[in-house]
């Protein structure tokens, strides 16, 4: 009987209506239905869990023998596999959001639970009794809303947007939590009356293609732009305005902690996160928004944001994304022709191609993985990674004392 540690994996395609249409079918090659790919699921989470060969699910492949596959430590300490990992292709702006810390994850989640509504539901705030930290890193020039704006700038920006003016005393009196709660809490009539010049305005100039994508003019005429004529205006473009705008470029990382207002805005990108599919939402979608419970969750506070370069290690092939989060850890391996990569998996790991063709090998295991091509390995896997040209592969795991 062969007791490989290592299996060739195939995810789930998750089809959001703000994905492209493109590039998650070429990457992972399939044939492209007319229909939006946004992302691709490679992991053990119940709703979407990652097929391991023929006729094994990741999620009941670890709840039959924990301890053989995500190991001992892994396991005391969370009792799953304890990250989620993603491609994600975003063509529209995503709805903007925060996620809950793991204290309150388990308390909503047991409330809305005892008040009988069912997971499906479309206004459940709570899928999961789990955190969803999250870290990516740019596949392409990659843009997203990250917290919000340092005061000074926030202040400017209430200053120099004419239909915001009216907002500067609310901002000066009550801060950051002031100034989001007036804003979230108006009616979809207000919404319509204050930000309609503000659009008539952006609007022209978009379509003549006379604005950055570093400015919010740009992406409030973007996200109207892809609603029907005469639809209602979206809460979510006062956070456009207040949150900062950051470029990612190839290679760059950047974390998302509970509490951190956020939204992807455009580009692919790797994504891993806590294995949970926690979302509070804040506007700029047509899902439930519950503002009360968003204004709990939200930091408010000013960011500045931290793009990573990753930490190089001594191999000089692998690259960490180090971030706070206990339960995952991202890396690169770029590796060239007559190089090897070495590693002994302290939990399971799931790495993806990015980029050309790689030989992974595990005791008696071989396999060859290609562009959008997944590989799991379990714990104490000793393994080596080759190849006879490039590779750029995304290695997904958790840390482990």
């Known amino acids: 009987m062969s007791t490989t540690k290592l299996f060739p994996i195939k995810g789930k395609v998750q089809n959001y209506a703000w994905g492209g249409a493109n590039f998650i079918p070429e990457m992972i090659g399939i044939e492209k239905e007319d229909q939006p790919y946004a992302e691709y699921w490679m992991g053990a989470h119940d709703n979407a869990p990652a097929k391991v060969g023929d006729n094994q699910f990741l999620n009941e492949m670890v709840k039959s023998n924990p301890e053989g596959t995500i190991g001992k430590y892994i396991n005391d300490k969370f009792g799953r596999l304890p990250f989620l990992f993603k491609v994600l292709d975003v063509n529209d702006v995503l709805s903007i959001q925060v996620h809950p810390t793991k204290v309150e994850a388990e308390k909503g989640f047991a409330r809305e639970n005892q008040e009988g509504i069912p997971l499906t539901a479309s206004h459940r705030n709570y899928k999961d009794d789990n955190h969803k930290p999250e870290i990516m890193v740019a596949l392409s020039e990659f843009w997203l809303l990250h917290g919000f704006k340092p005061k000074a700038e926030l202040r400017e920006t209430l200053v120099n947007v004419p239909e915001f003016n009216y907002l500067v005393d609310t901002f000066d009196a009550e801060g950051y939590f002031g100034l989001y709660k007036t804003v979230m809490e108006y009616s979809a009539e207000e919404i319509n009356t204050k930000l309609r010049s503000l659009v008539d305005r952006v609007m022209p100039l978009y379509r003549e293609n006379k604005l950055e994508k570093s400015s919010p003019d740009y992406w409030t005429a973007k996200s109207v732009a892809l609603n029907e004529e005469g639809a209602d205006l979206d809460r979510g473009i006062y956070s456009i305005y207040f949150f900062n705008i950051v470029r990612a470029d190839i290679g760059d990382a950047i974390f998302q902690d509970a509490g951190l207002p956020h939204a992807y805005m455009e580009g692919q990108n790797m994504e891993l996160m806590a294995n949970s599919d926690n979302v509070l939402r804040g506007g700029l979608t047509p899902k439930h928004i519950d503002v009360p419970e968003l204004l709990k969750h939200v930091t408010f506070e000013e960011t ?18 180090k971030s706070p989060a206990p339960d995952f850890e991202l890396s690169r391996v770029a590796i060239s022709n007559g190089e090897t990569y070495k590693n002994v998996a302290k939990t399971a790991q799931i790495i993806i191609v990015s980029e050309g063709e790689a030989t992974v090998k595990e005791g008696d295991t ?3 993985i290609k562009r959008g091509e997944v590989v799991l390995l379990l714990v104490d896997a000793d393994y080596t990674i080759t190849t006879t040209d490039k590779a750029v592969l995304f290695k997904a795991s958790a840390p482990v004392a």
């Not at 500045?304 to 994304?321: F, V, W």
């Open 304 to 321: 500045i944001p931290n793009i990573m370069k990753g930490e190089l290690q001594e191999d000089g092939i692998e690259r960490i994304y």
């Open 366 to 368: 071989t396999v060859t």
